[in-house]
């Protein structure tokens, strides 16, 4: 009994806040930049939902644990990043989550020299 516990505690932490994100009948707001749709384009792929508004929560839209680490393994294959769990569970809808990623490439852009930079940013292009 102890261990249903824990786990039903541990799914309603990766769901985060009950903050109506993803509820049915919330307006569908498209992903509006590259980097949003690139995140949304892996959603799409991982969960089967062909529409996904950016504001839908990834855990109450059909997301789990295990789909979440997919989507964190494919983001880090498709940016050069590394998203520790926490941020996404956290974070877990497109437009934040884009805003995370946004904000960890920045910071490896600082730490790369100018022609690395600008290989990274035509990688990325």
Do not use: C
């Given at each position: 009994?102890?261990?249903?516990a824990?786990?039903?505690?541990?799914?309603?932490?990766?769901?985060?806040?009950?903050?109506?994100?993803?509820?049915?009948?919330?307006?569908?707001?498209?992903?509006?930049?590259?980097?949003?749709?690139?995140?949304?384009?892996?959603?799409?792929?991982?969960?089967?939902?062909?529409?996904?508004?950016?504001?839908?929560?990834?855990?109450?839209?059909?997301?789990?644990?295990?789909?979440?680490?997919?989507?964190?393994?494919?983001?880090?294959?498709?940016?050069?990043?590394?998203?520790?769990?926490?941020?996404?569970?956290?974070?877990?809808?497109?437009?934040?989550?884009?805003?995370?990623?946004?904000?960890l490439?920045?910071?490896?852009?600082?730490?790369?020299?100018?022609?690395?930079?600008?290989?990274l940013?035509?990688?990325?292009?």
């Amino acid at each position: 009994m102890a261990a249903a516990a824990v786990l039903a505690t541990t799914a309603q932490s990766m769901r985060g806040p009950d903050d109506g994100a993803g509820e049915a009948g919330e307006q569908l707001v498209l992903p509006e930049t590259e980097l949003q749709r690139r995140v949304a384009a892996l959603w799409y792929e991982l969960l089967g939902i062909e529409q996904i508004s950016i504001h839908d929560n990834f855990f109450k839209i059909g997301g789990d644990s295990l789909l979440g680490t997919r989507l964190i393994s494919r983001l880090s294959g498709t940016f050069p990043i590394e998203l520790p769990l926490r941020q996404f569970i956290e974070n877990p809808t497109i437009a934040s989550l884009s805003e995370i990623i946004e904000g960890l490439l920045l910071q490896k852009l600082e730490e790369l020299s100018d022609e690395e930079a600008a290989k990274l940013a035509e990688d990325l292009g």
